[in-house]
């Protein structure tokens, strides 16, 4: 079987978490501090601050910038649901705005149609790795007074312009999950270049305790700390992130050399000046392809393919968003690319066999 996602683990991971493990200093510590200075060098931003999740990055991110009770922020129904329920954590509402058929992402002008008197913020998502119009909707940013916080979760080292991900709005967070580019199990960070938004986030992840005063909490916080066992992790990560990006890069790329010529199938667009690092390779099958998006999926489980739906229900749809007041046929776009969207495995370890196969498999049913 070819999974859908295998990490790009070896010895010098499990060496670095062994020296942390022997040092006896297992809790947030140097290391953390270590990879802080590095990943925000790699974004292209003054600060970063390590958090334990993608969904504790986020939160903290909202929370540092000022998003409160009351509050509107508009975001994507196209992602994962942690984008939106960090949203209901701060007790502000999500508004959704439609994705942009082909990058899947938010759109700037159905962000247009949606500002309002509460609107606060907009989080955008660089959903499978492609960055989000950021030109577009930072200038809707600028002109409403709005904050743009990046969900840059699947997005790490992806560019526009030669800018990097995580650099685009006032503050990103990003996750370090099992199947993301970078891994540590579980972990995230936030980026930013607004000294304030870096301190509420270091506040916010240790029960609001001001950094070198043991007991003196200024506001309510939670435990959102990283350890040095996961950032001992990361920074190994860190020296394979070009390699990996390269080789997810050059994969894609021979998927979609094999898979643009069959008749119902739509490959992943690249717009030019992005980079777009393919968290997920995912493509579209349409109605003139033979078989529905399920009945290929299971076609491939049978040949040995792993593949996935990311995301077969857009959030407006989950009981607790739908309380809102949204309902089916809200998001048109959203809701036919939920059924017509699937992803292959991309990850850098595969060979030439391996995608030969992928592409096989399609051929087949020609
Ligand atoms: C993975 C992911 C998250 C959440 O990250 P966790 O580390 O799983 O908490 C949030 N948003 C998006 C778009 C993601 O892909």
Do not use: W
Not at 125 to 140: A, N, P, R
Not at 154 to 166: C, D, F, I, L
Not at 256 to 272: A, N, T
Not at 336 to 356: A, F, G, H, M
């Amino acid at each position: 079987m070819i999974p859908i996602a295998k990490p790009l683990i070896g010895s010098e991971e499990i060496n670095a978490i062994a020296d942390v493990i022997k040092s006896g200093m297992i809790a947030q510590g140097q290391r953390v501090e270590k990879f802080e200075s590095l990943f925000a060098e790699l974004c292209g931003t003054e600060f970063a601050v390590a958090v334990n999740s993608g969904t504790a990055a986020l939160h903290a991110a909202l929370k540092a910038s000022g998003v409160k009770h009351g509050d509107e922020v508009i975001t994507t129904p196209f992602t994962f649901i942690a984008t939106a329920n960090t949203i209901l954590m701060q007790g502000a509402k999500p508004v959704f705005a439609d994705i942009d058929e082909a990058t899947f992402n938010i759109s700037p002008e159905k962000i247009q149609q949606k500002v309002g008197k509460k609107t606060k913020a907009i989080v955008t998502v660089d959903l499978y790795g492609h960055l989000c119009d950021y030109d577009k909707i930072g200038e809707i940013a600028k002109d409403k007074s709005l904050i743009v916080i990046e969900d840059a979760c699947q997005s790490v080292n992806a560019e526009y312009n030669g800018k990097k991900s995580g650099s685009f709005g006032d503050i990103a967070g990003f996750s370090f999950y099992a199947t993301k580019n970078i891994t540590c199990g579980e972990g995230g960070a936030i980026t930013t270049n607004n000294r304030e938004y870096a301190e509420n986030a270091r506040l916010f992840r240790q029960h609001g305790r001001a950094s070198m005063r043991q007991y003196e909490h200024t506001e309510l916080g939670y435990n959102y700390r990283m350890t040095d066992i996961s950032a001992a992790m990361l920074l190994e990560q860190l020296k394979k992130l070009e390699l990996i990006t390269k080789r997810r890069i050059e994969n894609a790329e021979y998927l979609s050399k094999g898979l643009s010529k069959i008749k119902g199938i739509k490959v992943p667009v690249v717009k030019k000046g992005y980079k777009h690092v393919f968290h997920q390779y995912t493509i579209k099958v349409e109605d003139s392809f033979k078989l529905n998006r399920d009945e290929l999926a299971k076609h491939l489980n049978k040949k040995g393919i792993g593949c996935s739906v990311y995301y077969p229900k857009p959030l407006h749809l989950y009981n607790h968003f739908k309380r809102l007041g949204y309902k089916s046929g809200d998001f048109p776009v959203a809701e036919k690319l939920s059924r017509q969207v699937i992803s292959l495995p991309v990850y850098p370890q595969l060979e030439k066999e391996q995608l030969n196969r992928i592409v096989d498999a399609f051929g087949e049913l020609e």
